[in-house]
């Protein structure tokens, strides 16, 4: 039978109906291929990356089987531990639990470093059903006995292939070490480099393995565009690309930190509004940055290749190449970016002289010629509402501080092509492969803040929710004890 809907892959009545809340029709790729085998005990493999629905693939199935199997946690113990490398993805699986079991009055806790300690231990200490971690403020919790892993009976690895480029096998080891031996695994990773799959064989048995390449789909639906611009020329082309009226929401990459911070404050001048999210951001200003971008107050969010890693933003309508990669896997994981959950993108790359080597790298890789673009943009069109028109506010910005000119000024060359053809930022691209992780949602209803995340101990999911596989007379999962 062809898998149609969520309730088809046997998902209980309060899932079901977080997942319609949430404007979630169909289930995507790896959802379809994880979710059985996850209800009904196994271990799984998952080689997919952000952006093909892989934490509703473990979330969903894993919350059934807490809600089918009732019970409480106990105390300072997760019932469900998640590693994740960063704390933005590990913010947003917690979320994104909450979100799923909102109807079952699931907990959920964060621990993640450059967060004070107090709130996690007060967090943790009735015991939770979703502990979300990066493995190192695990470690120091594990050390300092605030948390304890023996009634831990699921693990998910998530992002592992990021997690050892960041270095944390060895806490990973650590961690697992302390689980107990019987409990399900889930173990994703977008790539499997041998050091990667030798961890998977030490963490799992029997596993299902799950495979989906977002690659095709991502580049298939993602309208591409290089510009070949001098380097001191790239802030007033990015200005003026930013003033566009389909520019609603725009993530910018910089190679660095530093970088990004340099061309938030040009941005800043200009009279656009952007902030800047890398590592040496406090964990405070990044969580800020990001919820003010989410919620549409910053059109631009200026980031780095590791702080971006993981980053579900919806409706990010553009991705700018500010500077290109060094390797070109990344160019693929930034224009992932955009064309989230189905909808369509725009990735604009500023290419320099000094980096057509890596754009070649990049054509290589996608087996696709990004086409190139006029430099020239129109200016004739009228800006959005509220938009301040660039050059104007960076003067105005200029005034206000007393300053001169801002650095690089503008570049004469980019003459205004009014009554020109604009740049057709809709442009497809045919060349692409077959997508192979699209999915369709249902637009998303307004949420409702009257339901609280947190365990409603007045009203307790009812167990006959939860009971699609035994109402049907067939077996429910068992838990592997
Ligand atoms: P992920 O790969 O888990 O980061 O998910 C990527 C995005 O897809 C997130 O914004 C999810 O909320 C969204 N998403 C996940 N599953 C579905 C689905 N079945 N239908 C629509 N959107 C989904």
């Known amino acids: 039978m062809t898998v149609q809907t969520f309730s ?39 080689i997919a990356q952000t952006g093909t629905g892989k934490t509703a693939a473990f979330a969903l199935p894993l919350l059934h089987r807490l809600g089918a199997t009732g019970g409480r946690p106990e105390r300072r113990t997760p019932r469900i531990l998640v590693l994740a490398p960063t704390r933005e993805l590990a913010n947003q699986i917690a979320d994104s639990f909450r979100v799923y079991g909102k109807n079952m009055g699931v907990t959920v806790a964060v621990f993640v470093g450059g967060v004070k300690y107090g709130a996690q231990i007060k967090a943790l200490a009735p015991g939770v059903d979703v502990l979300v971690a990066t493995p190192g403020r695990l470690l120091d919790h594990m050390s300092q006995g605030t948390v304890k892993l023996d009634n831990t009976h699921a693990l998910v690895l998530d992002e592992a292939d990021q997690m050892l480029d960041l270095g944390f096998m060895e806490p990973i080891k650590k961690i697992v070490r302390k689980l107990p031996s019987d409990r399900q695994n889930l173990f994703f990773s977008a790539t499997m480099p041998p050091a990667i799959a030798a961890l998977a064989g030490e963490i799992l048995r029997n596993p299902q393995e799950v495979r989906v390449t977002p690659q095709a789909t991502t580049v298939e639906k993602i309208a591409q565009k290089v510009f070949h611009i001098e380097a001191g020329a790239k802030k007033d082309l990015l200005v003026e690309l930013l003033a566009q009226r389909d520019v609603k929401r725009a993530l910018v990459f910089t190679r660095t930190k530093h970088g990004a911070d340099k061309l938030t404050q040009y941005l800043d001048k200009a009279g656009l509004n952007a902030v800047a999210i890398h590592g040496n951001k406090s964990q405070g200003q990044r969580e800020r940055a990001l919820a003010e971008f989410k919620a549409g107050k910053v059109q631009s969010l200026i980031a780095t290749d590791i702080a971006s890693r993981g980053i579900d933003v919806e409706d990010v309508t553009h991705v700018f190449q500010y500077e290109l990669p060094n390797v070109p896997e990344a160019y693929v994981h930034r224009i992932g970016r955009t064309a989230r959950a189905g909808a369509e993108g725009v990735a604009i790359t500023l290419c320099d002289v000094t980096e057509r080597g890596l754009l070649r790298d990049i054509e290589k890789l996608t087996k696709l010629a990004i086409p190139a673009e006029d430099r020239r943009v129109d200016q004739s069109r009228p800006l959005p509402e509220g938009r301040p028109e660039p050059q104007r506010a960076a003067k105005q910005a200029q005034r206000k501080r007393g300053r001169a000119r801002p650095e690089g000024g503008r570049d004469s060359r980019l003459a205004p092509a009014s009554g020109e053809a604009r740049p057709s930022f809709g442009h497809r691209q045919t060349q692409a492969a077959k997508p192979t992780g699209d999915f369709g949602r249902a637009p998303r209803p307004t949420p409702s803040k009257a339901n609280g995340y947190g365990r409603d101990t007045s009203a307790p999911a009812k167990r006959s929710d939860w009971s699609p596989m035994a109402d049907s007379g067939e077996a429910r999962p068992t838990r592997r004890r």
């Open 8 to 46: 088809d892959l046997g998902l209980g009545a309060p899932l079901l109906k977080a997942l319609a809340a949430e404007g979630y029709e169909t289930p995507t790729p790896i959802q379809a291929q994880a979710i059985p085998p996850v209800l009904a005990g196994k271990d799984l493999l998952g």
